[in-house]
């Protein structure tokens, strides 16, 4: 066990992957206040579907076809699903035909890689490089917040600079090292009061963060 920063106790495993963890207060923190502002903001935005009780077919996300518009808008997620086809989707993903119990019940996220290679032959645009898993892990978080993290360009990015090596193009390899990224964090993101699914979205929201910065970087 180790001590990076102050808090913030990593294993050898988790130094194999991750090269650059601080504490949340220091001057380089994985975490910013601004991550947990947005992430709250975005909670709180999204209160009546990412708390929903019911069977995922009945959150109004899927079963509402204005919700699921706005969703779309919200998270820039249109461009990834082929033009005239996103209320057919929305219907699909709830109908008996889509297995969205057994997606989301697969923590490991190997379902939703299955069902990425087989809905973007009817339903993508192949515009964007995640293709429909951009889409898929955002709903999957809606339905299971505390299971799924999204995963877009920008969080993957952010997770390569942490793990300092590229890759985490299958949604199932994303989540196994958001997974471990949590654990190696677990002091510095045990805020008390806060529920475990919105402390991995605050996550995300500093994944998502950091690859932008980084595209910016890069660019100029």
Same mark, same amino acid.
């Given at each position: ?22 504490? #949340? ?10 991550? #947990? ?14 708390? &929903? ?17 706005? &969703? ?25 035909? &889509? ?68 890759? &985490? ?52």
């Amino acid at each position: 066990m180790l001590l990076l920063g102050r808090g913030c106790r990593i294993t050898q495993g988790a130094l194999a992957h991750f090269k650059t963890l601080d504490h #949340l207060r220091g001057s380089e923190a994985l975490v910013l206040v601004t991550d #947990l502002e947005l992430a709250g903001t975005v909670w709180s935005d999204w209160r009546d579907v990412l708390e &929903f009780s019911g069977p995922g077919s009945e959150n109004p996300l899927l079963s509402d076809p204005q919700c699921f518009s706005r &969703f779309l808008r919200a998270f820039r997620l249109a461009r990834s699903i082929r033009a005239g086809v996103s209320d057919e989707f929305r219907q699909f993903l709830k109908s008996p035909a &889509f297995p969205l119990e057994e997606v989301t019940a697969d923590m490991t996220g190997k379902s939703l890689d299955v069902q990425d290679d087989l809905l973007r032959r009817r339903f993508g645009t192949m515009a964007s490089g995640s293709r429909l898993k951009s889409v898929l892990s955002k709903i999957a978080w809606v339905l299971r917040p505390a299971s799924f993290p999204p995963y877009d360009s920008q969080s993957r990015r952010g997770m390569e600079h942490i793990a300092g090596q590229r890759g &985490f193009e299958r949604y199932s390899d994303y989540i196994a090292a958001f997974n471990e990224l949590e654990v190696s964090l677990h002091d510095s993101l045990d805020l008390n009061g806060i529920p475990r699914a919105l402390k991995r979205s605050i996550l995300s929201t500093a994944l998502a963060r950091i690859g932008r910065r980084l595209k910016y970087t890069y660019s100029s």
